[in-house]
């Protein structure tokens, strides 16, 4: 990263034989562990975001194909098709980050990529070397995003965040917050403001943890109070992450991204999408086109009083679709790019 920077936290890892996810769930009240060791398990942990963040899933997705081909061979039956036989249950474990997809196509084509004669054994190490590999490179792009980042930022102003993309949703210090780290840093930037995020609060419960950690000074606000905030206190960026990015700029990510998209443009400041290239769907050619997944109704039920029964309508889209025009610059681990994208 750079000197003086803080230590990841280790969201996801390989260990004695299985993986080891930080369980998001119980943030920030209780740091828990979970092992996992079935393919099962990792889609679990996926679907309730006990591991979410869209390049963490993308390694999540990788090592859940090693654990499929490691549980075959310890039961006597072929890896190989084991592995490809989950391929596409973990592929579809979540929908709207492109990371995990291609997290588990690279582990597919790295079975793919073996000469045959190899042993079963070597399949499996041969997968969780590739996810060991994707790590690397997710830590690797997380400072290669805060350097190029971090000259976008006004200094001396505070900046507003949504969701969490730090160290829980990467290998790394993270993508928008570890620009955020770095502005801090080197611009002067006195606070941040965080958007609880509702309804599963990423920015309230993990973006506060880690800002926390890092002795970085914020305040939290509800999602709704984003447009009046960045007046209230003449804030001069909001940065956010991204879980797919279409080849025109288009920008999937937490849903309320949009409307803070919508208040960056009336306040007249930069509006900065930061993401790693794995998060760049350049198949899709603009944001109607990529899915957007929708939650179950007990998420946003529950603050209002209501029990499931009671035959309340809802909607709960995870994500939003941020049209290229709100975006004043994209920064990815190559620089700071804008759209058409290329490969
Ligand atoms: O539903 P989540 O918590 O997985 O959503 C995460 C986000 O929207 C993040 O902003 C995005 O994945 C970028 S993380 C570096």
Not at 10 to 23: A, E, M, Q, S
Not at 90 to 104: C, E, F, I, K, Q
Not at 112 to 139: F, I, W
Not at 196 to 205: A, D, I, S, V, Y
Request: net charge neutral.
């Amino acid at each position: 990263m750079s000197e003086g920077a803080p230590e990841p936290v280790p969201t996801i890892r390989w260990i004695d034989g299985g993986v080891r996810i930080l369980d998001q769930r119980r943030l920030p009240r209780i740091e828990r562990y979970l092992h996992l060791e079935h393919p099962r398990q990792v889609i679990g942990a996926i679907r309730t975001l006990a591991v979410r963040g869209a390049p963490a899933l993308g390694i999540a997705g990788a090592y859940g194909l090693a654990l499929a081909a490691a549980r075959a061979l310890e039961a006597g039956r072929d890896p190989r098709a084991a592995a490809l036989r989950w391929a596409p249950r973990l592929a579809a474990a979540r929908p709207t980050a492109v990371n995990l997809s291609l997290g588990v196509n690279e582990a597919v084509a790295s079975i793919a990529a073996l000469e045959a004669g190899q042993s079963p054994g070597e399949l499996v190490s041969r997968l969780k070397e590739n996810g060991d590999r994707m790590l690397r490179e997710d830590l690797d792009a997380s400072a290669r995003m805060a350097e190029h980042g971090v000259g976008l930022i006004p200094a001396g102003r505070p900046v507003l965040t949504h969701c969490n993309t730090g160290g829980l949703a990467t290998a790394g210090l993270g993508t928008a917050l570890a620009v955020i780290w770095k502005a801090w840093r080197e611009r002067g930037v006195p606070f941040v403001l965080v958007d609880e995020t509702r309804p599963l609060l990423q920015g309230g419960r993990l973006t506060l943890w880690e800002l926390r950690r890092w002795g970085i000074p914020a305040r939290l606000i509800c999602d709704g109070a984003a447009a009046w905030a960045i007046r209230s206190f003449d804030a001069g960026a909001i940065l956010v992450g991204a879980d797919r990015i279409s080849a025109n700029g288009d920008t999937a990510n937490k849903i309320g991204t949009l409307a803070a998209a919508l208040a960056a443009w009336d306040a007249g400041i930069p509006f900065i999408v930061v993401a790693p290239r794995t998060s760049f769907d350049l198949n899709i050619s603009q944001g109607d086109a990529i899915p957007v997944e929708e939650r179950g109704r007990e998420e946003i039920l529950a603050a209002s009083g209501w029990q499931a029964g009671a035959g309340v309508v809802s909607y709960n889209p995870a994500f939003d679709v941020t049209p290229a025009r709100l975006i004043t610059a994209w920064v990815s681990d190559r620089g700071v790019e804008r759209p058409p994208f290329e490969e």
